[in-house]
């Protein structure tokens, strides 16, 4: 089995584009649509969404205890948490519910799409063969297969993920993000390019796994503000698909992140 036990948490995405629709006779009609195709995919997007961090916030309580102060993946979690506005409240039930939670285990799915796609899955759940045979079985049904070796097309890196406005408000020039990076001891700084809508820009400063810590402390010591710090896979390289092989490869994806036990989902489709 290509699984690979793991014990980080990166940053989570939620999926769900709205369709717009017009004419002014057909009002009733469009109000419907409007919640039918815009409302309840973001509401259904967000619920996993919030339903994933708890998980996480559960398995990490559990596993270092329900004090962030002392239990840095935690910190780390509720960090996103607070970043997707995931309610206060919430937040704090699923840390106090962590005893009571059922034991998980953390896995990572290598993977092929359609074209040769890399893919790797952190997945957390409670049931390992079942969540097998739930990925193997929608791989399968989008031209992708469990493979052992794509986990060598990325790398591990530490991701701390910024705002694009400091801590009073200003905008943060590409500029500065270089010199905030270079200060902080980061490798590079990109805009982020996978973007939810109605989320806040962000910047991604990449460093090290080992400096994960101290970079978001000097760059948070500048007046930026840190909305997530994590390790990720990032890729290698990117591959370019025909638009038939990439249209396959989008749906896979899709698909998968709506796959409850897919805690995150890495590619290098470009």
């Not at 409007?34 to 708890?54: C, E, I, M, T």
């Not at 962030?68 to 509720?78: C, E, T, Y």
């Not at 739930?134 to 493979?147: E, I, Q």
């Not at 796994?209 to 909305?227: F, I, K, N, T």
């Amino acid at each position: 089995m290509a699984t690979l036990a793991l014990a980080r948490w990166p940053r989570l995405v939620a999926t769900g584009r709205p369709l717009h629709v017009g004419l002014g006779a057909w009002a009733g009609h469009n109000r419907w649509s409007k919640v039918k195709n815009v409302k309840g995919p973001r509401d259904a997007a967000r619920s996993r969404l919030f339903q994933r961090l708890g998980l996480m916030l559960r398995t990490a309580a559990r596993e270092g205890g329900p004090d962030p102060a002392l239990n840095a993946p935690l910190a780390n979690v509720v960090e996103q948490c607070r970043a997707k506005n995931m309610p206060k409240a919430s937040i704090e039930a699923a840390i106090r519910g962590a005893e009571k939670a059922a034991a998980t285990t953390r896995l990572l799915y290598e993977a092929r799409g359609p074209g040769g796609a890399a893919l790797l899955l952190e997945v957390l759940t409670d049931n390992p063969r079942r969540c097998q045979q739930d990925v193997r079985l929608l791989l399968a049904r989008h031209g992708g297969t469990l493979a052992e070796g794509a986990r060598h097309g990325f790398e591990e890196k530490g991701v701390v993920r910024v705002g694009r406005r400091d801590v009073r408000g200003g905008p943060i020039s590409m500029e500065e993000a270089l010199e905030a990076a270079l200060e902080a001891g980061a490798q590079d700084v990109v805009p982020e390019e996978e973007e939810e809508e109605e989320e806040e820009p962000t910047l991604k400063f990449i460093c090290e796994p080992w400096a994960l810590r101290p970079v978001r402390e000097r760059l948070e010591a500048r007046g930026l503000r840190p909305l997530s710090a994590a390790v990720e896979y990032l890729p290698r390289s990117r591959v370019q698909l025909p638009e038939e092989t990439r249209a396959r490869a989008e749906r896979l994806l899709r698909a998968l992140a709506d796959c409850p036990d897919v805690a995150r989902l890495y590619h290098n489709v470009q």
